[in-house]
C-alpha cells in the first residue's frame, strides 16, 4: 500500500508543483469569466428579461443576478472538471517519453496499482480544485446575496464535484493512454481547451443549438455534470421566483428558463433528470475504468 500511496502522492505534487500547469488546466474556466464580465452576463439577462414580459414588477433583479451568477458558476466548475484532470493525465505520457514508465514498471509494483495511481492522482486534483472553486463561488455569492442554498443542496453540489472529478478522470485516461508523446497531447489540449465550453453549454446554453448538436454534446458526461451543477445550485432561486409569481404564469417562467439553459440533459428523444444523469455518467465511467485497464496493460507491457 505504501508503494501506491508514494507513486499516487508523486503524481499529485508533479502537478501541484508548476504553476504553469495549473494555471493551463483552468484556462479554459478564466476565459468563461472573462466572457462573462464582458457580455455573457447581458446576454443571459436581457435573454431572461424577453422571457419574463408582464413580470418585471415582480421578480426581483437581485433574483436575476444572483442565477446569472450560478449560471457562471456551473460554467467555471464544468470547464475545470475536464481541464484539470486531462492536465494532470499528461504526466502519463511525459513519463513515457522520460523513460520514467519502464522505470516503475520494473519495481514490484503491481501493474493495477500504477494505473490506480495516476487515476488516483488525477481524480484527487480535479476535485481539490472544482472543490475549492465551488467554496469560493459559493462563499462570493453568499457576500452578493441569498443563494437559497440549504446544507443538502451544498452537500449535493460537492458531491457531483466528486463524480465529475471521478468520471472525467476515466474518460480522459482512455484518451491520454493513446497519445504516444507530449506534443500530440499537448495539441489535443488546445482543441479540448476550446471546444469543452462549447459542448457543456459554458458559453452558449445547448438549448440555441439544433437538436441534433445537442444531442450529440450530452453524450459527453461533462455536459451532463454542468447541467445537474446547475440544477442544484438554481434550483433554491427558481423556487424563490416562482413562490414570488405565487402561480401567476402557472409555472411557464421557470419553465421556460430552465429549458433555456438546459438544466436537465437531453439526448436523441431522451430526457434525463439527475437521477439518470449520474447513472449515465456513473456507467459510462465504470466502461472507461475497463478500457484504460486492458489499453494500459497493452501499452506497457513489461520490458
Not at 516503475?104 to 509494483?109: D, F, K, R, Y
Not at 500504477?114 to 488525477?122: E, K, M, Q, R
Request: aromatic letters at 10%; proline letters at 1%; a neutral charge.
Amino acid at each position: 500500500m505504501k508503494d501506491f500511496i508514494g507513486l499516487t502522492k508523486r503524481n499529485i505534487l508533479i502537478y501541484f508543483k508548476d504553476v504553469l500547469a495549473i494555471i493551463f488546466s483552468l484556462m479554459t474556466s478564466m476565459i468563461v469569466f472573462v466572457l462573462y464580465l464582458l457580455f455573457l452576463k447581458d446576454t443571459f439577462v436581457d435573454a431572461l428579461t424577453a422571457t419574463m414580459k408582464g413580470l418585471e414588477n415582480i421578480i426581483s433583479s437581485g433574483d436575476i443576478d444572483m442565477f446569472v451568477n450560478g449560471i457562471l458558476l456551473s460554467g467555471i466548475l464544468g470547464s475545470t472538471l475536464i481541464t484539470v484532470p486531462y492536465t494532470c493525465l499528461q504526466t502519463i505520457v511525459k513519463d513515457k517519453e522520460a523513460g520514467v514508465d519502464s522505470d516503475i514498471c520494473s519495481t514490484p509494483l503491481k501493474r493495477w496499482k500504477i494505473i490506480l495511481s495516476y487515476f488516483t492522482s488525477a481524480s484527487i486534483c480535479a476535485f481539490i480544485m472544482s472543490g475549492l472553486i465551488l467554496t469560493i463561488g459559493l462563499t462570493v455569492l453568499g457576500f452578493m446575496g441569498d443563494t437559497h442554498l440549504g446544507l443538502v443542496q451544498i452537500a449535493q453540489a460537492y458531491g457531483i464535484v466528486l463524480l465529475g472529478s471521478v468520471s472525467s478522470t476515466a474518460l480522459f485516461m482512455v484518451v491520454v493512454l493513446l497519445f504516444k508523446n507530449s506534443s500530440t497531447c499537448t495539441a489535443f489540449f488546445g482543441i479540448l481547451s476550446a471546444a469543452s465550453g462549447f459542448v457543456i453549454g459554458a458559453y452558449i446554453p445547448l438549448s440555441q443549438f439544433s437538436d441534433g448538436v445537442q444531442s450529440v454534446c450530452n453524450l459527453f458526461p461533462g455536459s451532463h455534470i454542468t447541467s445537474m451543477i446547475r440544477n442544484v445550485l438554481l434550483s433554491g432561486i427558481a423556487d424563490s421566483i416562482n413562490n414570488d409569481i405565487n402561480g401567476l404564469d402557472n409555472g411557464a417562467f421557470i419553465s421556460a428558463i430552465k429549458d433555456t439553459f438546459s438544466f436537465n440533459a437531453s439526448s436523441f428523444g431522451i430526457d434525463f433528470r439527475i437521477s439518470t444523469s449520474v447513472l449515465y455518467v456513473a456507467v459510462i465511467a465504470l466502461i472507461c475504468i475497463a478500457a484504460m485497464t486492458v489499453l494500459y496493460n497493452k501499452t506497457y507491457r513489461r520490458r
